[in-house]
């Protein structure tokens, strides 16, 4: 299993940015996936979900109505389309795999994780 | 959204020892519960789900209980490899949230 991410980079706030995880190793379409974030030298913080059974998308409050999360499953790829960023929006974002624990098909945590890519808003 | 608090912050402690972190949820997230494990410039790595399940891999001297809105991940004979910065992290229910993680220093 491996998850790449890619697009990370410095831009001005208000401006766009799309995120990119390409995947290997499973089979893309029978997984949720996420992104999560991480600003210098704090904490994580989870930023969207994408649920594999009906496409279902989640998001944090903060990224409501700016990010959206999608997949391109003929390429393996998710990715985080950023708009009108702001300064606070400055993290490393992952891309993750959430788990199943197959007896149950219950959720199993974020088992595969990407590097990570990093995204700078600033003036 | 659920807020997941976990304390302590920074547990300084040595190799070989008992170390414990405990996290609490705002409200009761049943055994909805992931631990990460993170070290500098890394992605974090999971260590246990459903509150207590190992994942593959993971030593067994990693563990996890609780349920609710309590919960706790030991690490009995702390390794050097050990030193890192814990997370905790609901799935009941999104938002998905995290707790603020703990780092466990060399003593």
């Known amino acids: 299993v491996q998850l790449v991410e890619s697009g990370g980079d410095l831009v001005q706030p208000g401006r766009s940015l799309r995120l990119s995880c390409e995947v290997s190793g499973f089979t893309f379409i029978s997984y949720s996936m996420h992104w999560v974030r991480q600003a210098p030298g704090k904490g994580l913080e989870w930023v969207a979900g994408?649920?594999?059974?009906?496409?279902?998308?989640y998001y944090a409050d903060s990224v409501q109505g700016r990010f959206t999360i999608s997949r391109d499953s003929s390429k393996n790829t998710l990715f985080l389309q950023m708009d009108n960023l702001r300064p606070e929006d400055t993290a490393v974002y992952f891309c993750?795999?959430?788990?199943?624990?197959?007896?149950?098909?219950?959720?199993?945590?974020?088992?595969?994780w990407g590097q990570g890519t990093l995204v700078s808003v600033s003036s | 959204d659920i807020q997941m608090t976990q304390s302590p912050s920074t547990l300084s402690t040595s190799v070989g020892d008992r170390a414990t972190i405990s996290c609490r949820a705002s409200?009761?997230?049943?055994?909805?519960l992931a631990w990460y494990q993170q070290k500098p410039g890394k992605a974090p790595h999971l260590l246990i789900y459903?509150?207590?399940t190992l994942e593959d891999g993971v030593p067994s001297r990693f563990s996890g209980s609780g349920s609710g809105t309590e919960f706790t991940l030991t690490i009995t004979g702390l390794q050097p490899d050990d030193f890192a910065t814990y997370y905790c992290?609901?799935?009941?229910?999104?938002?998905?949230?995290f707790g603020q993680g703990t780092k466990v220093e060399i003593k």
């Open positions: 992290q609901q799935f009941y229910t999104f938002p998905w949230t």
């Open positions: 459903k509150a207590s």
């Open positions: 993750a795999r959430e788990g199943i624990e197959l007896i149950v098909i219950e959720t199993a945590g974020l088992d595969y």
């Open positions: 994408l649920s594999y059974i009906g496409g279902k998308k």
């Open positions: 409200q009761n997230i049943d055994q909805s």
